[in-house]
């Protein structure tokens, strides 16, 4: 074989291995920019990844705090009963302590209207004015325990008509009294403190 023969053989050879060098260079470029492309695309899966579990995240918070404010709400809705009944229990016992006596009073108000009418009866025999005054002296003794337990006499005759204090139960006529006045007391009204026992029975002008 001749050395042309020889460098056309070494020159085809060249070229052929150039060109699988540049095949295999052109293979290695692609595989690195798959390679590059799919870094990039897991790189840009992460964020998205992670924006979803901080949306996941902030909804629980936002239940969570919503559940909260829940419960919060009905503790100061409870603390708020709570509060009322104490202070409701509290007036209760303040009353009940206030007007522990109005029972018996109205049961001892008939008894003070029996005094009055055995007053009003006329006597002249010394014997029944000796018992009158001795009456009148266990009326006041009983008619001073009876105030300090809070008793007190409504006063009606000439003042004007209160259906407050008053129960008017006939109607008068007198020029000389202005008009819805109270001319006459037919059964005296009582107050136990602030509170009404009974109102006086009264007779009104027109």
Sequence with gaps: ???????????????????????????????????????????????????????????????????????????????????????????????????RSQRLMLELLPVLDNFGRAFDAEVKSEDALALKKGMEMIYQSFRSAMEKEGLEEIEAEGKEFDPNFHHAVMQGQDDSQPSNTVLEELQKGYMLKDRILRPSMVKVNE
């Design 1 to 99: 074989m001749s050395n042309n023969e020889n460098k056309e053989l070494n020159d085809e050879a060249v070229k052929t291995a150039a060109v699988e060098g540049d095949n295999l260079t052109q293979e290695a470029d692609t595989s690195v920019t798959e390679a590059a492309a799919e870094g990039v695309d897991a790189t840009a899966e992460t964020p998205d990844k992670n924006e979803g579990e901080t949306d996941a995240l902030d909804a629980r918070i936002a239940e969570l705090e919503e559940e909260l404010e829940g419960k919060e709400d009905k503790y100061l809705r409870l603390l708020s009963d709570f509060e009322n009944f104490k202070r409701r229990s509290a007036a209760d016992m303040q009353a009940s302590e206030k007007y």
